[in-house]
Protein backbone atom coordinates (compact mmCIF):
# COMPACT_ATOMS: atom_id res chain seq x y z
CA UNK A 1 0.00 0.00 0.00
CA UNK A 2 1.52 3.26 -1.31
CA UNK A 3 -0.29 6.54 0.03
CA UNK A 4 0.39 9.70 -2.08
CA UNK A 5 1.37 11.51 1.11
CA UNK A 6 2.01 9.92 4.87
CA UNK A 7 2.66 12.78 7.31
CA UNK A 8 5.54 11.91 10.10
CA UNK A 9 6.05 13.72 13.52
CA UNK A 10 9.21 15.04 14.64
CA UNK A 11 9.53 11.65 16.85
CA UNK A 12 8.77 9.32 13.92
CA UNK A 13 5.23 8.55 14.35
CA UNK A 14 2.77 8.72 11.96
CA UNK A 15 0.42 11.55 11.90
CA UNK A 16 -1.88 11.86 8.62
CA UNK A 17 -2.30 10.16 5.56
CA UNK A 18 -3.56 11.77 2.19
CA UNK A 19 -4.40 10.78 -0.73
CA UNK A 20 -5.21 12.45 -3.74
CA UNK A 21 -7.31 11.25 -6.61
CA UNK A 22 -6.56 12.89 -10.06
CA UNK A 23 -10.59 12.14 -10.80
CA UNK A 24 -14.06 14.45 -10.10
CA UNK A 25 -16.25 12.84 -7.87
CA UNK A 26 -19.17 10.93 -9.63
CA UNK A 27 -22.86 12.21 -9.98
CA UNK A 28 -23.87 10.32 -6.90
CA UNK A 29 -20.48 11.38 -5.02
CA UNK A 30 -17.68 10.27 -3.75
CA UNK A 31 -16.80 6.83 -5.27
CA UNK A 32 -17.00 3.94 -2.34
CA UNK A 33 -13.91 2.31 -3.25
CA UNK A 34 -11.76 5.45 -2.49
CA UNK A 35 -12.96 5.81 1.06
CA UNK A 36 -12.31 1.17 1.29
CA UNK A 37 -8.58 1.54 0.11
CA UNK A 38 -8.29 5.07 2.80
CA UNK A 39 -9.53 2.49 5.42
CA UNK A 40 -6.91 0.21 4.56
CA UNK A 41 -4.50 3.02 4.95
CA UNK A 42 -5.98 4.05 7.88
CA UNK A 43 -5.75 0.90 9.41
CA UNK A 44 -2.31 -0.29 8.55
CA UNK A 45 -0.86 2.81 9.35
CA UNK A 46 -2.36 2.78 13.00
CA UNK A 47 -4.59 6.13 12.48
CA UNK A 48 -8.17 7.24 13.73
CA UNK A 49 -8.22 9.94 10.60
CA UNK A 50 -7.60 9.74 6.95
CA UNK A 51 -7.98 12.14 3.63
CA UNK A 52 -8.95 12.32 0.15
CA UNK A 53 -8.52 15.14 -1.91
CA UNK A 54 -10.39 15.19 -5.14
CA UNK A 55 -10.60 18.25 -8.01
CA UNK A 56 -13.95 19.95 -7.63
CA UNK A 57 -17.04 19.19 -8.58
CA UNK A 58 -20.56 19.18 -8.04
CA UNK A 59 -20.37 16.99 -4.48
CA UNK A 60 -19.86 18.87 -1.25
CA UNK A 61 -16.91 18.62 1.16
CA UNK A 62 -17.96 15.16 3.28
CA UNK A 63 -16.46 12.70 6.46
CA UNK A 64 -17.36 9.65 6.71
CA UNK A 65 -16.67 7.30 9.82
CA UNK A 66 -17.04 4.32 10.33
CA UNK A 67 -18.77 2.21 12.74
CA UNK A 68 -17.55 0.30 15.24
CA UNK A 69 -13.92 1.22 13.96
CA UNK A 70 -14.34 4.86 14.72
CA UNK A 71 -11.94 6.16 11.97
CA UNK A 72 -13.25 9.09 10.19
CA UNK A 73 -12.77 9.52 6.08
CA UNK A 74 -12.49 13.27 4.86
CA UNK A 75 -13.31 14.63 1.13
CA UNK A 76 -11.67 17.60 0.17
CA UNK A 77 -12.17 19.28 -3.04
CA UNK A 78 -9.49 21.69 -4.18
CA UNK A 79 -11.00 24.23 -6.97
CA UNK A 80 -8.71 23.64 -10.12
CA UNK A 81 -10.32 26.23 -11.86
CA UNK A 82 -8.96 29.20 -9.79
CA UNK A 83 -5.98 31.59 -10.35
CA UNK A 84 -3.06 30.34 -9.23
CA UNK A 85 -2.50 32.45 -6.51
CA UNK A 86 -5.40 31.68 -5.01
CA UNK A 87 -4.72 27.74 -5.73
CA UNK A 88 -2.40 27.87 -3.90
CA UNK A 89 -3.49 29.70 -1.07
CA UNK A 90 -6.42 27.01 -1.03
CA UNK A 91 -3.52 24.11 -1.38
CA UNK A 92 -2.03 25.99 1.96
CA UNK A 93 -5.10 25.82 3.51
CA UNK A 94 -5.85 22.54 3.31
CA UNK A 95 -2.83 21.41 4.77
CA UNK A 96 -3.69 23.32 7.28
CA UNK A 97 -6.43 22.30 8.36
CA UNK A 98 -5.26 18.68 7.55
CA UNK A 99 -2.46 19.59 10.43
CA UNK A 100 -4.62 20.83 12.70
CA UNK A 101 -6.51 17.64 12.72
CA UNK A 102 -2.86 15.27 12.82
CA UNK A 103 -1.68 13.77 15.75
CA UNK A 104 1.49 15.13 17.39
CA UNK A 105 4.03 17.51 16.39
CA UNK A 106 4.47 17.57 12.42
CA UNK A 107 7.91 17.58 10.49
CA UNK A 108 8.59 15.28 7.36
CA UNK A 109 6.17 14.24 4.78
CA UNK A 110 7.32 11.43 2.51
Not at 62 to 71: A, E, F, I, L, Y
Amino acid sequence: MRPDLVWVTNSAKVAAVVDAKYKVERPQGFPDADLYQMLAYCTALGLDEGHLIYAKGEDVVKSHTVKDVGVQLNCHTVDLSLEPVELIRSIDDLAALIASTANGDLGLVV
